[in-house]
């Protein structure tokens, strides 16, 4: 968007003598107090530098015999470590020619259906798919293998050192050897594919989050979709005090590709009120912005501010990752907290068990506000995700996308549960999935859809078989809720909960002029 002076920031000094110190674990005495650590400045894409592979000893392994190309694992990855390509066959033997490991890169590269068979029935050339992680970025959360399923086309293995080699080597090659995707795989109408082309790849890992992070998915996503539709200098961020600010400026790592700035907890839809006017100003106003915070963030304290961003009239997005918990103060109830939940402020015990207020529906307050574009949604729900985040992008005025972003250690679920549990939230009518787009007509009916939520005309969703999927179902699934379930039965509390949002889900019927089924 603008050049940065070297007389801000050096990049050379940067990466060669600031980052090099904190790989080598020397800068708390190599390294002086200088002008850029004075000013909190980061350059971008640092990330890139900072090695994960110590983390775990596990590693995903690619199957490319076994692999459909439906590129679910590269989008969901919460680390930016699966990286997808697709290469003529003319374009990876030229390149192959002339580099080692020919033989691991050969055996990783698949004729899937859709890239290849499907182009040649069309009398063009089939292109040849790979998938390559990169070891240095992956923390071995084995979501992507959970995501892949049935198609087996991922397991995980235990780390050796020739392993992490070859890793490297094909990581290296698919990336910077092999041309970009050419633009005729690339089918815009399959909003996962965006990420075979390069210029989606805004948010490149390195960040200091947990393993399987719903909050990077999402953000990542975030930043694809708006790269991929309007280019790589099309974005800026501005982010409230959370874990997203934390893990995205671990000094000297910054996994992002864009322009960020961090701004206080409560500030950020002000902070990116500011940011827009001038921007318009100096002639930007094509120029997306995007503010980021937590539930605690826009939810509560943030919420009078957030609130007049949204009736503005002002092109500005807004993105909730809504944990349901104030995760970067080690896991304090908010407004968008579960009744039951049990977490900091709101502790389960004799007396009290757990939070006992109704959460607090911020989309649907959201909605009420007029010219606002709104969605709820969960990156684990990919395609819903996106195609909300390219129509914020698209409309002209506030939007807000509040997602549901699965956080490990405060709902007490597994490192590789977020895609999971995403899916089990919507379903169960935890979190379900609209999108409010004032541009469809005049009445509320018209302007929200409920499509992408299962059984949408009944109170629950029923699965193949029989079961009745609701929050009670959910809450099983989560240490935060483990208190309310002694002897296996549900509490009071939690059967309350179930009631909110049982009541929650008509009211949303009833806004989309559903016609309800009995059940």
């Not at 994960?52 to 680390?79: K, L, Q, R």
């Not at 910054?254 to 100096?282: C, H, K, Y």
Request: proline share 5%.
């Amino acid at each position: 968007m603008a050049e940065i002076n070297k007389d801000v920031i050096d990049f050379d000094h940067f990466f060669n003598e600031v980052v090099k110190k904190y790989n080598e674990g020397t800068a708390y005495y190599a390294l002086p107090a200088d002008k850029w650590v004075a000013r909190s400045l980061i350059p971008p894409g640092t990330g890139a530098m900072r090695d994960f592979s110590y983390i775990s000893p596990y590693i995903p392994t690619y199957n490319p015999d076994n692999c459909i190309a439906c590129m679910e694992c590269v989008n969901v990855c919460p680390d930016a470590a699966i990286y997808a390509k697709v290469a003529t066959e003319k374009d990876f033997n030229e390149k192959i020619a002339s580099v080692e490991k020919k033989d691991f890169h050969t055996a990783n590269m698949g004729k899937t259906k859709k890239f290849w068979e499907l182009p040649q029935k069309k009398g063009k050339a089939g292109g040849l798919f790979t998938i390559a992680i990169d070891p240095t970025k992956c923390k071995g959360c084995g979501e992507c293998v959970k995501v892949c399923g049935k198609n087996n086309a991922l397991s995980m293995t235990t780390k050796n050192d020739d392993m992490l080699e070859n890793y490297k080597t094909h990581f290296e090659f698919t990336r910077k050897a092999l041309p970009p995707t050419p633009k005729e795989y690339i089918n815009e109408k399959s909003l996962l594919d965006m990420f075979l082309s390069d210029d989606a790849w805004l948010f490149i890992g390195g960040a200091g989050s947990c393993m399987g992070c719903g909050e990077t998915t999402a953000l990542r996503l975030m930043l694809g979709a708006t790269g991929f539709k309007y280019g790589r200098e099309s974005v800026a961020l501005f982010a409230a005090t959370g874990c997203n600010s934390v893990y995205s400026s671990t000094y000297p790592f910054n996994p992002m590709m864009v322009p960020w700035s961090n701004s206080l907890f409560e500030n950020v839809a002000t902070f990116a009120m500011g940011a827009r006017l001038r921007w318009d100003q100096i002639g930007r106003k094509d120029k997306k912005i995007w503010a980021i915070g937590g539930d605690g963030a826009l939810y509560d304290i943030g919420f009078q501010p957030l609130s007049r961003l949204l009736a503005s009239n002002m092109n500005v997005n807004v993105i909730c990752l809504d944990t349901q918990v104030y995760s970067n103060t080690g896991g304090q109830a908010s407004t968008a907290s579960f009744m039951g939940q049990s977490a900091k402020m709101a502790m389960h015990g004799s007396a009290i068990p757990g939070k006992r207020e109704n959460r607090k529906e911020l989309a649907m307050i959201a909605m009420m506000h007029p010219n606002c574009f709104v969605a709820q949604t969960t990156p684990m729900y990919p395609t819903h995700f996106l195609r909300a985040v390219m129509a914020a992008n698209e409309f002209d005025g506030p939007a807000l996308i509040n997602a549901y972003t699965p956080c490990m250690p405060e709902h007490g679920i597994g490192d590789d549960q977020a895609y999971e549990q995403g899916r089990l939230a919507v379903a169960s009518r935890a979190f379900p999935l609209f999108i409010y787009d004032p541009r469809k007509g005049e009445s509320l009916k018209e302007r929200l859809d409920l499509n992408g939520n299962p059984s949408v005309k009944k109170d629950w969703h029923t699965d193949k078989d029989g079961n009745v999927i609701n929050f009670i179902t959910f809450a099983k699934t989560q240490g935060r809720f483990a208190k309310q379930f002694k002897g296996g039965e549900p509490s009071e509390a939690i059967i309350a909960a179930n009631e909110d949002r049982r009541i929650n889900w008509r009211h949303l019927q009833e806004l989309a002029g559903i016609d309800r089924e009995e059940q």
